[in-house]
């Protein structure tokens, strides 16, 4: 079947500006998370979703940041009034069932977010 | 504070010969660590994981080691293929109710013919 998609993969954009990233999880999988990567770090966890709540949004960095997941499925991450330092790889995975030993996180391919 | 810390940005390895990668933690309380590889513009792929109560796990060409009183784990890849070239994340989870991921930095690894 298929995988973690994300769309778009590039989004250029103007600082001031709003976006929205768009996350569709491996079908019948009930966690999903986003992370975002900026140049030069490592992957830094910003939300999670257990069906269409979120119980652990401590890593969203600002309240610019919002993000909701409808259906149990596809999720959108929105950042609004953008800034340049929001400039990063944002990467969503879904596994299958939180809190189980041994649950892999499946990765998209990211949505690479450049802020001028 | 980095609680998954992976000290050497890059590592270049002969083929067929071992890769070591190495990852250091700070939070004696995950209980869970995985290995991603990532290639560029892709999303990272799982590559193997440990449990914190164990000390070893090997699956093909890839071992993992837990060193638990060291805070330290290794990612051995032998023989080291072109193809294995990437980058290496480790991370690692508290097990809860959100399971989410601290990854370490990456390592950059560089397998020449």
């Known amino acids: 079947g298929a995988g973690v998609s994300q769309s778009p993969s590039n989004k250029v954009t103007e600082k001031g500006k709003d976006v929205e990233l768009r996350c569709d999880p491996i079908?019948?999988?009930?966690?999903l998370y986003w992370y975002r990567q900026s140049l030069g770090q490592g992957l830094e966890f910003l939300i999670y979703?257990?069906?269409?709540?979120?119980?652990?949004k401590s890593g969203l960095p600002s309240d610019r940041f919002s993000a909701e997941r409808t259906g149990g499925s596809v999720s959108t991450l929105t950042i609004q009034r953008t800034q340049q330092e929001d400039s990063a790889v944002y990467l969503c995975?879904?596994?299958?069932?939180?809190?189980?030993?041994?649950?892999?996180?499946?990765f998209g391919p990211g949505t690479r977010l450049l802020v001028l | 504070d980095q609680q998954v810390k992976q000290n050497s940005p890059s590592l270049s390895v002969q083929e067929g010969r071992i890769s070591i990668l190495n990852c250091d933690y700070t939070n004696s309380m995950f209980d869970y660590f995985l290995w991603y590889k990532k290639y560029p513009a892709e999303g990272p792929t799982f590559l193997i994981s440990?449990?914190?109560?164990?000390d070893k796990n090997e699956d093909g060409r890839f071992t993992v080691f837990l060193n638990k009183s060291a805070k330290h784990l290794s990612l051995h890849i032998v023989p080291s293929q072109p193809g294995d070239s990437a980058v290496y994340f480790c991370a690692a989870r508290t097990l809860g109710n959100t399971d989410k991921l601290i990854f370490g930095t990456g390592t950059r690894l560089q397998v020449f013919p």
């Open positions: 440990i449990s914190s109560i164990k």
């Open positions: 995975a879904s596994s299958p069932l939180a809190g189980m030993v041994g649950e892999t996180q499946y």
């Open positions: 979703f257990q069906g269409n709540s979120a119980p652990d």
């Open positions: 079908s019948g999988h009930t966690a």
